[in-house]
């Protein structure tokens, strides 16, 4: 422990990075460091939530990172930080999470990320959901280069009503591509 003015800095107990002792979580890891911390107010006395992470870490980020439900000490939403990102809010280079960032890939129910598959996809290159965007965007509405959708908006469209034949051979060759893919 060491003295600086009136504050102590200790080591937090569970990744060992210098913390304020009034601090109420690692800002590292998240770990509790306080024990006192009174409730929010309007809020129950006990929060649910589950953390997990590796120790291993690229790029300052834990490999695997997983969070859900509130803080124990804190009542805040934990969010899911890593390489991959598991929880209800998540960010990540991979995300399966309730709304969150999959920079590469996301999965759940509100994505933003290069690829996305949910139910709000909201995607650069490739979103399948109720609603989806990207380059390929397949939905119930979806708005892209090339859609496959109840209702959309696109260079090139394939809806019930509108069949663009250059729509048609590229998700005819995507299907075929991804049953080739899968082993179909």
């Known amino acids: 422990m060491i003295k600086s003015g009136f504050v102590s800095i200790i080591n ?16 590292n890891c ?34 695997i990172h997983i969070a859900f439900g509130r803080n124990k000490q804190t009542g805040k939403w934990m969010v899911a930080k890593g390489l991959i990102a ?5 960010v990540g280079l991979i995300t399966f999470a309730q709304f969150g960032i999959g920079v590469l890939f996301g999965f759940g129910q509100c994505i933003a990320g290069y690829t996305a598959i949910a139910q709000f ?24 280069k090339y859609v496959l959708a109840q209702l959309g908006h ?12 250059e729509a048609v051979l590229f ?3 995507f299907w075929e591509r991804i049953k080739i893919l899968s082993g179909f």
């Open 30 to 63: 998240g770990h509790p460091i306080r024990s006192d911390i009174t409730p929010v107010p309007g809020t129950t006395k006990h929060f649910r939530g589950f953390e997990w992470r590796t120790r291993t870490e690229l790029f300052g980020w834990p490999v």
């Open 121 to 144: 996809a909201l995607a650069v290159y490739f979103g399948l959901g109720q609603f989806a965007t990207g380059y390929i965007a397949i939905g119930q509405l979806a708005y892209g």
């Open 86 to 90: 598991v929880g209800q809010f998540g």
């Open 12 to 27: 937090c107990p569970e990744c060992g990075v210098p913390v304020s002792e009034k601090a109420e979580s690692c800002p």
């Open 154 to 165: 696109g260079d090139f469209l394939w809806t019930p009503k509108i069949k663009d034949p």
């Open 171 to 173: 998700f005819t060759e």
